[in-house]
Every structure is written in C-alpha cells, then in structure tokens.
C-alpha cells in the first residue's frame, strides 16, 4: 500500500499564500488518483482538490476555485496544493489521500490517507 506524508503547512496572513506538498511511498505514485481534504475544528472532513493519475484532469471545491491549484509530480512522487490568496476560513488540518480507482471529490472513495499538516490563516 501506499503511504503518504503531507507537508507544507504553517501561520500565515490572510492574502498569503502556502505551498502543501504530499509525499509518496511504498507504491508506484503514477497507480493512484490523489486528492487534498480538510478540517476546521468542530467541522466535517471536506473535499479541497483532486488530480487524476496523469495529472491532466483537476476538480475544486466551489470555496477554493480560482486561489487553489492542485498537481503532481509522479517522477518525484509527490502531489501539491498552491494555496494562494488564503482566508481565515481556510484554517484547518490539511489532508492528501489517494485512491485506486476512478478520481474524484467523494471523501469515502480514498483509501490511504496522509497524517495531515496544520493551516492556519489570521486575519
């Protein structure tokens, strides 16, 4: 199985913008569609970002649209997500996950998940 280990995260200004970066392991990166999630304290886990295994198909969040850029980089086996214009309202622990079939925005079809990294935008 594959195991994924997320980074990136930190304190920053609203306006800002941060750089996540989900390393891969254990399994050929390229075999799996990956996605980014979050969750703000007392709030349900959501959907941020997903990329398909070649990289050439992206989906957004209708919140993240537009500041958001998720992609990949299977010879380096890693997945990213530009956060640019940041809000408060983007705090939250970031998460990236991979799945084995299909692509796409259901949080119950990925089955490996990364420990998450902290976000924290302040206004």
């Known amino acids: 199985q594959v195991q994924l280990v997320e980074s990136g995260g930190g304190l920053v200004q609203a306006g800002e913008s941060l750089r996540l970066s989900c390393a891969a392991s254990?399994?050929?990166?390229?075999?799996?569609?990956m996605g980014w999630f979050r969750q703000a304290p007392g709030k349900e886990r959501e959907f941020v970002a997903a990329i398909n295994r070649s990289g050439g198909m992206t989906y957004y969040a209708d919140s993240v649209k537009g500041r958001f850029t998720i992609s990949r980089d299977n010879a380096k086996n890693t997945a990213y997500l530009q956060m640019n214009s940041l809000k408060a309202e983007d705090t939250a622990v970031y998460y990236c996950a991979a799945r084995t079939t299909g692509w796409g925005h259901r949080i119950d079809e990925y089955g490996y998940w990364g420990q998450g990294t902290q976000v924290t935008v302040s206004s």
């Open positions: 254990g399994r050929t990166f390229s075999n799996y569609a």
